[in-house]
């Protein structure tokens, strides 16, 4: 068979020397280009042929590949013999081109394959010989196969001891260039195996180069150990019958999911490229590469492939979440960890938060199902202690996903940035209606409770005469008996309920509330508590120090008719600031201003119609925000009877959850919070 496909390729390079010249040069092309994923190439070819045990190792200046998966036939020999002409089916198994073998030719120009007791060669000395030409530079390695009969005896000695220990089929590179190949043998890792489908013994001895790994795999685990290092175990989430998807999931010692290392989370293409997948873990398809395999190529089976990762992704979270897999359920917070933004990953992350926010996947604990927009996020005046707190303790936990409830769920953090949802004046007055919540809630939260809900209350009030009674909401005196709010009977506030209910509103907040349902806080206030002038600050919760220091409190007016840039400056001056008008000149902000002490604030200003308007950030001031950082300010101001309000935020990337829409490039935001000071108008 052997002689009869040599005779075939010599008789078609007589008649086309030219060809044959071209395949000489892509070939020296291929070695020197790719020549460093040469174990590569004979690893897939191996777990093609659906080896278990491989070895490499050097003798004599040569180098021995054996493995014991099927021996070679026919088609076998005339796939490594033509270029891209391998019977591989893409997505079937590993290898797919019929040109991969020719990087092996950067070891040497001479190679002898032995499979089933019957050895071939492809040597360009030889087969120049045979086709007479006199420069061997134009005649390809791999390309005639043929047939040898007589191998020196230390070779035949080795190929036989290899045939005794089980070996099936054997590649001998005569005189290599072993250090080529001791330098890629030296960056294997545990990744090169993960997706082989049959191997589970290698063994390296090479120069300087000893190596030797076990690959156990039990169902979606895979136990990766290189003989004296730490195991490595990953779990694979896939389709075990069709491979055509598949994604790798690092374990720890515990069992439970990890990230893993930067430069371990590519994309594989059965086996490792250099192409990060931008989370931290693997994903593995049938995407096209270069010929050297370490690239993805965009085309569309990468396009598809990468859409079938987003979708493989998002199954496994439906599945997650649906199934109660609480093993799975840390895959939240490693999709939180961003690390790349190549195309790829761009386009991969694309596709699957689509998925995440069209589709209903979330079970809610009331047996809804919503998306990852209508999610209620937590609230900015709440701590995630006092927020899971509440949700544990009250009918909030009906709308709340069921996985959240879990301990140490991610999954909260993970839909942060995707949802819209709110919890509204309707589902505190609901939650302050429980008897028993209310009995077990602390009074610092019920002052706090109380004074976001009325605060909310008011704004609704002045901006559409909306009403919402309290006469079913219960709270608690100081000495911690349950009374209806706006008892007739009065009730006598604890000192923790009145600090957190004082400081959460203005004074014209407190005055309203009085005024409204007939309560004495102004009293409290003034007897008890800070007392409020013109500039009280409203405690956000936004800020982790105070900016009082900044604000002075001295009693001044702004012109109500003035442009916002200007108030914001009239207000900067009033405070001892020297600020200045910028905005013409396009730099991200409107106002420069110095503090009394020697600190730069940039402050871009936005004037609003009411406290609900949403603001927006253009391209250029996002980029002015991120430069400046704490130093960067944005200043809302909006009129309120007769009193202009300016909001402060500052570091606004920090603060806010921005949301960019193609407008033109704008960072929009519905949802803000920052310190308050209101300045009666002129």
Request: aromatic content about 10%; hydrophobic content about 35%; some cysteine.
């Amino acid at each position: 068979m052997i002689e009869e496909i040599s005779h075939s390729f010599l008789e078609e390079a007589k008649s086309s020397p030219q060809l044959l010249a071209d395949m000489a040069a892509m070939e020296k092309y291929m070695a020197e280009s790719y020549g460093e994923r040469i174990f590569i190439e004979l690893l897939q070819n191996a777990d093609d042929a659906e080896s278990k045990c491989i070895t490499l190792y050097s003798k004599n200046g040569h180098i021995f590949f054996a493995n014991d998966g099927k021996p070679f036939n026919q088609h076998d020999i005339e796939s490594i013999s033509r270029s891209g002409a391998s019977s591989k089916k893409r997505g079937e198994t590993i290898g797919y081109r019929g040109v991969g073998f020719k990087s092996t030719t950067y070891l040497t120009n001479n190679i002898i394959i032995h499979s089933n007791n019957v050895g071939f060669t492809f040597s360009k000395d030889l087969c120049a010989k045979k086709l007479q030409i006199s420069d061997i530079n134009k005649v390809p390695t791999v390309r005639i196969p043929l047939y040898i009969e007589n191998i020196e005896p230390e070779i035949e000695e080795e190929i036989q001891k290899l045939y005794q220990d089980g070996y099936h089929t054997i590649f001998i590179f005569r005189d290599a260039r072993l250090v080529i190949l001791e330098e890629e043998l030296a960056a294997i890792n545990d990744g090169y195996f993960l997706f082989l489908n049959h191997i589970h013994q290698i063994q390296i001895n090479l120069l300087s180069i000893r190596r030797k790994f076990k690959i156990l795999r039990d169902n979606h685990r895979v136990c990766i150990q290189e003989v004296g290092h730490e195991k490595k175990e990953w779990f694979i989430v896939g389709n075990q019958q069709n491979k055509s998807i598949q994604l790798g999931l690092k374990i720890d010692e515990q069992g439970q999911i990890i990230a893993c290392d930067k430069e371990e989370a590519v994309f594989h293409c059965y086996l490792p490229t250099l192409e990060p997948t931008g989370y931290p873990f693997k994903i593995n398809c049938d995407f096209s590469t270069d010929p050297s395999r370490k690239h993805l190529t965009w085309d569309e089976k990468t396009e598809a492939g990468l859409l079938n990762a987003a979708e493989q992704l998002f199954k496994m979270m439906t599945e997650t979440l649906q199934g109660g897999n609480e093993a799975l359920l840390s895959i939240f917070s490693l999709l939180e960890k961003r690390q790349s933004f190549s195309k790829f990953s761009n386009y991969l992350s694309e596709k699957f938060i689509q998925l995440i926010k069209k589709e209903k996947w979330i079970p809610l604990l009331n047996g809804d199902m919503i998306n990852a927009t209508e999610h209620k996020r937590k609230p900015r005046f709440l701590e995630t202690s006092e927020f899971i707190w509440i949700r544990d303790h009250s009918s909030m936990n009906q709308l709340t996903p069921v996985a959240s409830l879990k301990q140490n769920s991610s999954l909260d953090s993970f839909l942060e940035p995707f949802a819209k949802g709110m919890y509204e004046i309707q589902d505190w007055i609901t939650i302050l209606s429980e008897k028993e919540f209310v009995d077990k809630a602390d009074q610092n939260m019920l002052g706090k409770l109380y004074g976001q809900l009325l605060k909310s209350i008011r704004s609704k009030m002045l901006i559409n005469n909306e009403v919402f009674p309290l006469d079913t909401c219960f709270v608690k005196n100081d000495n911690n008996q349950l009374l209806i709010w706006g008892s007739k009977k009065g009730i006598v506030f604890s000192k923790s309920f009145l600090s957190e209910f004082i400081n959460t509103l203005t004074s014209n907040d407190i005055k309203w509330v009085d005024n409204t349902y007939k309560t004495s806080f102004t009293k409290e206030q003034s007897t008890g508590n800070d007392s409020f002038g013109s500039y009280k600050k409203k405690d956000s919760n936004v800020f982790e120090r105070s900016l009082s220091s900044i604000f002075s409190s001295n009693k001044k007016t702004i012109s109500k008719w003035r442009a916002a840039e200007y108030q914001c400056i009239e207000f900067e001056q009033i405070q001892g600031n020297q600020a200045k008008d910028v905005s013409k000149q396009n730099l991200g902000y409107d106002v420069h201003s110095q503090t009394k002490t020697g600190n730069i604030r940039y402050i871009e200003v936005k004037s609003i119609s009411n406290r609900n308007a949403e603001i927006s950030i253009t391209n250029n001031e996002y980029t002015a925000a991120h430069q400046y950082g704490d130093a960067y300010y944005l200043c809302i101001i909006y009129q309120l009877e007769n009193q202009l309000i300016l909001e402060y935020i500052q570091n606004p990337l920090k603060q806010l959850q921005l949301e960019k829409r193609v407008k033109q490039w704008e960072w929009i935001c519905d949802d803000y919070s920052g310190d308050k000071f209101e300045v009666d108008l002129n």
